[in-house]
């Protein structure tokens, strides 16, 4: 293994996609360089230790319901939303209905990871469902496929950063948390498109 590692490399070290990698990196969870022409390089010796040296967490104890998310970009995810062009086109009716499911996705997100594996079907099942409705609602706003993902790894960044700045669990724990809500908003992300693509205008 080379000692430096790109963003690729190093994400898939530790198991995890590079918007994870990135958001951890950024919470400061993870030392990472910026070579001269801005691109992250990660050190193996890091990545490697924080793999072999922290314990795992006790089941249960990585959650979302007492996180909150890092004001470290200093743009609130309102702001965020707000700001991007179609968003006026938007009326509030469909706005609540999609604040709605978002924290409903929250919720079954929070119960997912604290749920053995065994029963976290059920989950992943909630996960596609919200999905589903999510993408119709979606698809009623007019946006493009681009503008749609967009939105939801937004979402995604979010909850990423919540993970990377829990103290909860340690270096391990909080991989594992960090995998496991890519599996968990990686099923909600692809039934979202699935159903974008089912009701959007021809």
Known sequence: MSEWLTLGEAARLLGVDETTLRGWADAGKVRVYRTPGGHRRFNASDLDGLLSSAQPSPAGEDTLRDSRLPSERGESPREWMTSRPWFAGIDEES???????????????????????????????????????????????????????????????????????????????????????????????????????????A
């Open 95 to 201: 706005r609540r209905r999609a604040r709605t499911q978002c924290g409903k996705l929250m919720e079954a997100l929070a119960t997912y990871l604290e749920t053995g594996d065994g029963a976290r079907r059920e989950q992943l099942s909630t996960a596609r469902v919200i999905g589903t409705d999510l993408g119709r609602e979606v698809a009623r706003w007019g946006l493009t496929p681009a503008q749609s993902t967009d939105v939801f790894l937004h979402f995604k960044r979010g909850v990423t950063e919540m993970l990377a700045a829990s103290r909860r669990g340690g270096g391990s724990g909080q991989i594992r948390s960090m995998r496991d809500a890519d599996a968990f908003l990686g099923e909600a992300l692809q039934a979202m498109m699935e159903a974008y693509e089912e009701t959007r205008p």
